[in-house]
T-cell receptor
Framework: DAGVTQSPTHLIKTRGQQVTLRCSPK?????VSWYQQALGQGPQFIFQ???????QRGNFPDRFSGHQFPNYSSELNVNALLLGDSALYLC?????????FGEGSWLTVV | EDQVTQSPEALRLQEGESSSLNCSYT??????LFWYRQDPGKGPEFLFT???AGEEKEKERLKATLTKKESFLHITAPKPEDSATYLC????????????FGAGTRLFVKA
């Protein structure tokens, strides 16, 4: 049984560029959440998708957007990248309260 | 505002030296409290979910307990492979669907 899978694992972008990160949830999970984790910090909630709709959003600007597909997979898009967007981006899936994380996508903005 | 505070920030133990990690939380109605383990460069790995005060869960050398204001992760006779960052997180009844994380405790176990 595959867990939560994310791609790419590492990427480097330039300030002002746009990035798309992808996530496939754990089998049987219909809800996908995205988190940003800066070095030495705990994960920060970006938003959650359920039934292809954004169900809740954390304190992140509109530059952060997402999408969920009919097969429950999801994308996170970040526009106009800033140096401060450099972080580990974690996708988590759930069916019920407990969330299960993927290995993350390391984004470096230079 | 819902908040999670973990202490200490870092903990160094000798192999076999038991200890506890603390997670204090402030939420408007607790839906669930979660413990995760995170190895460097990896995503968090789920350990436990606790729902109500007095509840306890165990897994190998780890035991998690919950009171109305805090949770403890007890580590009994730790081994070097227990070295990791341990994250505590909560979901609030009025917080919708988001999970709020603490900054974590970095545990180092020396052989």
């Amino acid at each position: 049984d595959a867990g939560v899978t994310q791609s790419p694992t590492h990427l480097i972008k330039t300030r002002g560029q746009q990035v798309t990160l992808r996530c496939s949830p754990k089998s049987g999970h219909d809800t996908v959440s995205w988190y940003q984790q800066a070095l030495g910090q705990g994960p920060q909630f970006i938003f959650q998708y359920y039934e292809e709709e954004e169900r809740q959003r954390g304190n992140f600007p509109d530059r952060f957007s997402g999408h969920q597909f009919p097969n429950y997979s999801s994308e996170l898009n970040v526009n106009a990248l800033l140096l401060g967007d450099s972080a580990l981006y974690l996708c988590a899936s759930s069916y019920g309260n407990t969330i299960y994380f993927g290995e993350g996508s390391w984004l470096t903005v230079v | 505002e819902d908040q999670v505070t973990q202490s200490p920030e870092a903990l160094r133990l000798q192999e076999g030296e038991s200890s506890s990690l603390n997670c204090s939380y402030t939420v408007s109605g607790l839906r669930g409290l979660f413990w995760y383990r995170q190895d460097p460069g990896k995503g968090p790995e789920f350990l436990f979910t606790l729902y109500s005060a007095g509840e306890e869960k165990e897994k190998e050398r780890l035991k998690a307990t919950l009171t109305k204001k805090e949770s403890f992760l007890h580590i009994t006779a730790p081994k070097p492979e227990d070295s990791a960052t341990y994250l505590c997180a909560v979901q609030a009844n009025t917080g919708g669907f988001k999970t709020i994380f603490g900054a974590g405790t970095r545990l180092f176990v020396k052989a």
